[in-house]
Structure formats: C-alpha cells, structure tokens
C-alpha cells in the first residue's frame, strides 16, 4: 500500500517556507539606544491590524529591569463616524546572536513575530524592517516626511531583497484634524 502523497508533499512545503524565511539578510547590528524613540511610518504593506489608518508611528523605550523593549504602535483611524486614536501596545525580544538586528515581537501573548531590521542608517533618521517571509514591511523615519530620492533608493533596494514593491503603500502622514 503506497502512503499518501500529502506524507510527501507536506515536508517539501515545510522546508521550502522555512529556507525562503532564512535567507533575508538584516544589518550587521543595531545600537538599541539609537534606535530607541518615535519613528513615523512612511510605508507599508497593507495589514489586517492597520486597515483605515494614517499618521501611523512606532515607539520604542527601554524598559527597566526587563530583557524586552516596549513597543507602542498607533494610528488615526478614519471610519465613517468620524476618526480616533488607535494604539497596540507590545514587547520586543532580541535574538540572540544577531547584533540586535532581529526581533520577536509580542503583542497578543504567546504570540510573536520575526521583525528583522534589514537597512538602517547609519545616523538612524530611517529604517527598513520586514519579515523573513516577506509578507509584511514597514518603511520608517524619524520624521514625518522622507525625501523623494531616499524613499526611491529604500524602495529599490527592498525590490532587490525580494518583496513584491507593486503591494508596497505610501502613509499618509498628514494628521491636521488628530
């Protein structure tokens, strides 16, 4: 009796999401002092949990005594009765032995995420994080705006690690009635 093909085609599809995960490359390190603070996002690829948002941004902050980072995210939600403030609040962990570049991120307990930092500049005033998966990309800056020629060198080199830039979307930062 031959076993069926799904015993076959399973540990093939396991292996195959997992080598494709594996090979993003992230920075060599991360000053987490540095990257601590506000950064606006400037783009994204679209997500479940950030449906009808704009003036996005992420907080990190260094929390006392504890082997994690806070991470506090929110939006301006628009929906059709008006607009309001939306925040998720988290924790961060660095895996060990990637010079800080990669981290789990926990907002619903036990759940967490892979979040890998794969640019970053050197004077941090933006960052590129993603996941090694590629389905998810956030684009962010230390200031609201990014300069037209930066966000166009950021999108290519995005492309050249492999995501699908036609999915990429621009967030709108213009948040006036907040």
Same mark, same amino acid.
């Given at each position: 009796?031959?076993?069926?093909?799904?015993?076959?085609?399973?540990?093939?599809?396991?292996?195959?999401?997992?080598?494709?995960?594996?090979?993003?490359?992230?920075?060599?390190?991360?000053?987490?002092?540095?990257?601590?603070?506000?950064?606006?996002?400037?783009?994204?690829?679209?997500?479940?949990?950030?449906?009808?948002?704009?003036?996005?941004?992420?907080?990190?902050?260094? +929390?006392?005594?504890?082997?994690?980072?806070?991470?506090?995210?929110?939006?301006?939600?628009?929906?059709?009765? *008006?607009?309001?403030?939306?925040?998720?609040? *988290?924790?961060?962990?660095? +895996?060990?032995?990637? *010079?800080?570049?990669?981290?789990?991120?926990?907002?619903?307990?036990?759940?967490?995420?892979?979040?890998?930092?794969?640019?970053?500049? $050197?004077?941090?005033?933006? +960052?590129? +994080?993603?996941?090694?998966?590629?389905?998810?990309?956030?684009?962010?800056?230390?200031?609201?705006?990014?300069?037209? $020629?930066?966000?166009?060198?950021? !999108?290519?080199? !995005?492309?050249?690690? *492999?995501?699908?830039?036609?999915?990429?979307?621009?967030?709108?930062?213009?948040?006036?009635?907040?």
């Amino acid at each position: 009796m031959k076993p069926p093909v799904l015993y076959f085609l399973l540990p093939l599809c396991i292996c195959y999401s997992y080598a494709k995960g594996q090979d993003l490359e992230t920075v060599q390190s991360v000053d987490l002092e540095k990257y601590l603070g506000l950064w606006y996002e400037i783009a994204s690829f679209p997500t479940r949990f950030q449906k009808d948002c704009r003036c996005s941004t992420a907080e990190y902050q260094q +929390v006392p005594n504890k082997k994690y980072l806070r991470v506090i995210n929110q939006c301006l939600k628009i929906k059709d009765k *008006g607009s309001k403030m939306s925040y998720a609040k *988290g924790k961060a962990f660095v +895996v060990k032995g990637s *010079g800080n570049a990669r981290l789990k991120v926990q907002f619903l307990w036990p759940f967490r995420g892979d979040y890998y930092i794969i640019v970053l500049d $050197d004077n941090y005033r933006y +960052v590129v +994080v993603g996941h090694p998966g590629r389905k998810y990309l956030w684009i962010l800056s230390r200031e609201p705006y990014m300069a037209s $020629d930066t966000y166009s060198g950021l !999108v290519e080199r !995005v492309k050249q690690k *492999g995501y699908d830039i036609s999915i990429l979307q621009k967030t709108e930062q213009n948040c006036e009635d907040k």
